[in-house]
């Protein structure tokens, strides 16, 4: 698969997305490209790059205390934190800095912050960032997680986003539809993929993918 991907750019940044177009199935849907942002996520240029166009985006009025990182941003997340507070974002944090965290998987697949980190969160103004939104449905879980642990949700980011909003929060974003206009997510139940007989390229999730 490695060999099929093709990067894309976007105005206003020298970030490049890598996406394979092929057959893929997440956990609840199926997709026509798969998004490997491995080198975005770890490797050090790449990922301070992202965090860069990331911050230009955001409001200078909305304070920021804590970066609740999903799947795998954490060091986007760092480099972000670090920009905003160069930048001079507002923070209610008697440090002035900002927390970088990511919640976890309990064992019946809820996100939960363990007591040492729910300071973090609690009363503290959240941004979240993803590494795509597409259906949306892990955006509402992280909304749900952070309103139940008394988190005040400022912003939802990510470096790609195939949706605007998401009931009503808005998805910032370094790549979105205008930059792959082809992009398409289908219902697992009706895939047009599936339809015209498809075979399935490989299981894909934040991770990374399994080849079928």
């Known amino acids: 698969m490695e060999s099929r991907y093709i990067k894309i750019g976007t105005t206003g940044t020298n970030?490049?997305?890598?996406?394979?177009?092929?057959?893929?199935?997440?956990?609840?849907?199926?997709?026509?490209?798969?998004?490997?942002?491995?080198t975005l996520k770890t490797r050090i240029s790449?990922?301070?790059?992202?965090?860069?166009?990331?911050?230009h985006l955001y409001l200078y009025h909305k304070p920021v205390d804590t970066i609740v990182c999903m799947e795998g941003t954490?060091?986007?997340?760092?480099?972000?934190?670090?920009?905003?507070?160069?930048?001079?974002?507002?923070?209610?944090?008697?440090?002035?800095?900002?927390?970088?965290?990511?919640?976890?998987f309990n064992t019946n697949s809820q996100l939960i912050f363990r007591d040492n980190l729910v300071p973090m969160i609690r009363n503290k103004n959240i941004l979240a960032l993803f590494s795509s939104v597409t259906?949306?449905?892990?955006?509402?879980?992280?909304?749900?997680?952070?309103?139940?642990?008394?988190?005040?949700?400022?912003?939802?980011?990510?470096?790609?986003?195939?949706?605007?909003?998401?009931n009503g929060t808005p998805i910032r974003c370094v790549f979105g539809k205008k930059d792959l206009p082809n992009y398409?997510?289908?219902?697992?139940?009706?895939?047009?993929?599936?339809?015209?007989?498809?075979?399935?390229?490989?299981?894909?999730?934040?991770?990374?993918?399994?080849a079928l």
């Open 184 to 210: 398409r997510t289908y219902d697992y139940r009706d895939c047009e993929l599936c339809k015209k007989k498809e075979k399935l390229d490989a299981l894909v999730n934040a991770f990374g993918y399994s």
């Open 74 to 104: 954490d060091v986007i997340g760092a480099f972000l934190a670090e920009e905003l507070t160069r930048s001079g974002f507002l923070s209610t944090n008697r440090h002035k800095t900002i927390y970088v965290v990511h919640p976890e």
């Open 46 to 55: 790449e990922a301070q790059e992202a965090a860069k166009a990331l911050a």
């Open 135 to 166: 259906t949306g449905k892990s955006v509402n879980k992280v909304i749900e997680t952070i309103d139940y642990y008394g988190g005040i949700l400022q912003e939802v980011s990510a470096v790609f986003s195939d949706v605007d909003e998401v």
């Open 15 to 38: 970030v490049q997305l890598r996406v394979i177009p092929g057959h893929f199935a997440t956990n609840h849907s199926h997709i026509n490209y798969y998004l490997d942002m491995t």
